[in-house]
């Protein structure tokens, strides 16, 4: 599906980016809506209780399912409509294109698990920086309603528990979330500034501030930037999300292996690494992004950071 021929159509990168922030706040609302009268219907009770209905850990599955339906619907709608506004093939719009060699999706996996020594390391950043007893108390409440929601939501006794984890946590949010930070924001934002490095370092702060996370906004900044030079580099949105996904479901796998030990859950679920590993990873992670970079025969960046 191409809008190519019907000018009519297409919009100006200022344009699109309006458009993709006023369908983020109606599908977001929209998304919310569906998903709580769902949960409202299925348990009989009111919109207000419906938050405390999905925190009990016996309501896990729906609360995945939920969270699932929800993330779908909140960013695929803004990102379907940034494609169909640009010129050319929809699914080409959103990143769908073609993975240029077997070589690329090596380095991108390497690319995941230093990414996750990096976030780790900025985690452990984090905790260094000075900040004010009401703000801490502030972060620590934001941090303690995540843990709750995530331990409520991963409530795993088997196999087809983790199964169902890893789709409803790790491969689900891993492709709607590159699709709507990456194939839409980043692209945009792109073609809005034609600085990509720009529009890396813009994506990767909203993509972070989304998970509305004091100590994890660090680790989360960095890991977006990676995500952002994978998806320029390459310009295959099939590849950000293996590094997400892979991303999240070391997480999932790693709770599942501590499962009954309420200790290393919270362990787990901090990600904290020495401070000296920042070094290492970031070193590593340059390299191998140079490697990816190398492999697709990419110029842009340093053209764009000489301008």
């Not at 900025?122 to 995530?150: C, M």
């Not at 995500?227 to 590094?243: C, D, K, P, R």
């Amino acid at each position: 599906m191409s809008n190519t021929n019907r000018s009519l159509l297409y919009m100006r990168p200022g344009m699109r980016l309006a458009i993709f922030l006023g369908v983020t706040g109606i599908s977001m609302i929209l998304g919310a809506f569906i998903t709580f009268s769902i949960v409202a219907g299925y348990f009989h009770v009111g919109f207000a209780d419906t938050q405390r209905v999905l925190l009990q850990p016996e309501n896990a599955h729906i609360a995945l399912f939920s969270n699932a339906l929800a993330s779908i619907i909140a960013f695929l709608v803004p990102s379907f409509a940034v494609a169909y506004f640009s010129k050319g093939a929809i699914v080409q719009n959103m990143g769908f294109n073609k993975v240029q060699s077997a070589k690329q999706i090596r380095w991108v996996i390497l690319l995941s698990f230093t990414g996750l020594l990096l976030s780790g390391a900025l985690s452990s950043v984090t905790e260094l920086i000075p900040i004010t007893a009401s703000f801490k108390a502030w972060a620590d409440g934001l941090e303690a309603s995540y843990k709750k929601a995530i331990t409520a939501m991963t409530q795993m006794h088997s196999i087809g528990d983790l199964i169902w984890n890893l789709v409803a946590v790790a491969f689900i949010p891993a492709v709607v979330e590159e699709l709507f930070f990456r194939g839409a924001l980043q692209k945009t934002l792109k073609d809005w500034s034609g600085k990509p490095v720009v529009a890396i370092v813009v994506t990767a702060v909203v993509f972070s501030a989304f998970h509305f996370s004091y100590f994890g906004f660090l680790s989360r900044l960095g890991l977006g930037i990676v995500l952002g030079f994978i998806f320029e580099y390459t310009g295959s949105i099939w590849l950000s999300i293996i590094m997400h996904c892979i991303n999240n479901g070391v997480a999932i796998l790693a709770l599942y292996g501590v499962r009954n030990d309420p200790a290393k859950v919270d362990k787990v679920m901090e990600g904290n690494v020495p401070l000296y590993w920042l070094f290492i990873a970031v070193a590593l992670v340059t390299y191998l992004l140079f490697r990816l970079k190398k492999e697709t025969n990419y110029a842009r960046l340093e053209n764009d950071l000489l301008e």
